[in-house]
């Protein structure tokens, strides 16, 4: 029997890809490089240092052992320079230490890795089966990501929101937060676990993740609980806006905890309830009357946009129209803001957006174990996401709104001087 049809089967985990290896080889390079470029920095900048007998202090002194560093195309291998103290000994806590900020010591996998952990486990894959999918991801080499090491790191991811949920907050402020409440499924709870989020714009014009807890339901109390908490750690001033859909519970939370704080309502979310209480004939042209209001250049013309959708649909659609004027006033409220924020304070995009993935990963797989664990992933999530949030545009309007200066359609209201000369002492 000729052997001529027998075909070896590449196995799993074991697949020849020429462009992977020419990727990593790249990869390889340009770590090295970037790694030679900071040792080199680090030595001049201590150049001017002498020893005593006037030769360089610090000096290059070889290289560590070859580690392997996990990346999104599989193990790459890299050696870090190393650095002598000539001065100090080895066991000096004061000598002169290199350490790679690309590198740090002991950085076994990228934060690439880090996220896409958490990723897994939210779809649904159990930490058993870590090993076979990371290595389908990233080569029959992806060592260290056994299934102990995997429990492990979401030991970790736990521990880190713990902490991150006791930190002090005195030295924070912010000018506006979005809070929104998420729906997900955990595989082995009965009931919607809640994720309630809150994320605040600083002074600077940086998004960052202010609040994250659980809740059985988007309650008054579970939202009352998650502001007092922020408080009494030390979030002391009070936003000046917040943002939100129309969940009373939050808005009677937010008006114990913060009552000067103005409210502004989400026009997404408003936008669907009205357009859900109208026949699909009529969704298109009220969607554009509704969009009218919101994008009017200023608040008379919105006022008058928003009285002309009253008129119109409340004859035939009583529920729309009453499904719009309830929140008026807290619908309009962005036009007494710079006008450069108004994209971001019209809608709690900031929040959706972020977790459109998130939701889309555990409501349709049912992707995590607990509440608590979801609660972790989740955070580990928005921990890497927080990273590439976009800066509020026109940011430099934020320390004005910290002052207490007023705007009226976007525009700062230039205070006039007063007619009264001042008084002053005869000679």
């Known amino acids: 029997m000729s052997k001529d049809n027998i075909i070896k089967l590449i196995q799993p985990g074991n697949v020849d890809d020429q462009l992977t290896e020419i990727l990593r080889n790249g990869a390889r390079a340009l770590l090295a490089q970037a790694v030679e470029a900071e040792v080199a920095d680090f030595l001049g900048k201590h150049a001017d240092l002498k020893t005593a007998d006037g030769h360089q202090r610090v000096v290059r002194h070889g290289h560590l052992p070859e580690r392997e560093v996990m990346d999104g195309i599989g193990p790459v291998g890299v050696r870090q320079p190393r650095v002598r103290d000539r001065e100090a ?28 952990l958490p990723i897994l486990y939210l779809k649904g894959i159990s ?4 090993s076979e999918a990371l290595a ?25 929101h713990t902490a991150w949920q006791r930190r002090d907050l005195s030295a924070k402020r912010d000018v506006y937060i979005w809070a929104d409440g998420i729906h997900l499924q955990a595989r082995l709870e009965d009931e919607k676990h809640c994720i309630l989020v809150l994320i605040g714009a600083t002074p600077e014009g940086r998004k960052e993740l202010v609040g994250l807890t659980d809740g059985a339901r988007e309650s008054a109390q579970d939202w009352r609980d998650l502001l007092l908490d922020l408080k009494r750690r030390g979030l002391g001033v009070p936003p000046r806006l917040t943002i939100a859909d129309g969940a009373l519970g939050f808005w009677k939370a937010a008006g114990e905890v913060w009552p000067k704080t103005r409210e502004q309502r989400c026009w ?11 026949p699909k004939s009529q969704q298109p042209k009220a969607k554009r009357a509704l969009q009218e209001i919101w994008m009017a250049e200023t608040k008379a013309a919105a006022e008058l946009a928003f009285d002309a959708f009253i008129e119109s649909y409340t004859p035939k659609y009583e529920k729309a129209a009453d499904c719009l004027s309830k929140d008026r006033d807290t619908l309009l409220a962005f036009y007494d803001f710079p006008a450069e924020h108004w994209k971001h304070l019209r809608t709690t995009n900031p929040i959706g957006s972020t977790f459109a993935t998130v939701r889309h990963r555990t409501i349709r797989s049912k992707g995590c174990l607990s ?9 580990k999530l928005l921990e890497a996401a927080q990273k590439s949030w976009r800066r509020l545009d026109g940011h430099n309007q934020l320390p004005k709104l910290v002052l207490g200066v007023t ?3 976007g525009i700062e209201v230039i205070a006039k001087p007063t007619d009264r000369q001042p008084i002053t002492a005869a000679a």
Not at 136 to 160: H, I, N, Q, T, V
């Open 127 to 130: 930490t058993g089966d870590f």
């Open 136 to 160: 389908a991801l990233l080569g029959k080499d992806a060592a260290g990501l056994s299934a102990s090491a995997s429990g492990r790191l979401k030991d970790g991811w736990l521990d880190e």
């Open 268 to 278: 997404v979310h408003k936008t669907a309830n009205v357009i859900a209480k109208l």
């Open 407 to 409: 705007f009226n359609d």
């Open 89 to 116: 000994e080895a066991t000096d806590p004061d000598r002169i230490r290199f350490s790679p900020s690309i590198l740090p010591p002991y950085m076994r996998r990228s934060k690439s890795i880090e996220t896409l």
């Open 371 to 379: 509440n608590r664990t979801a609660l972790a992933m989740v955070f």
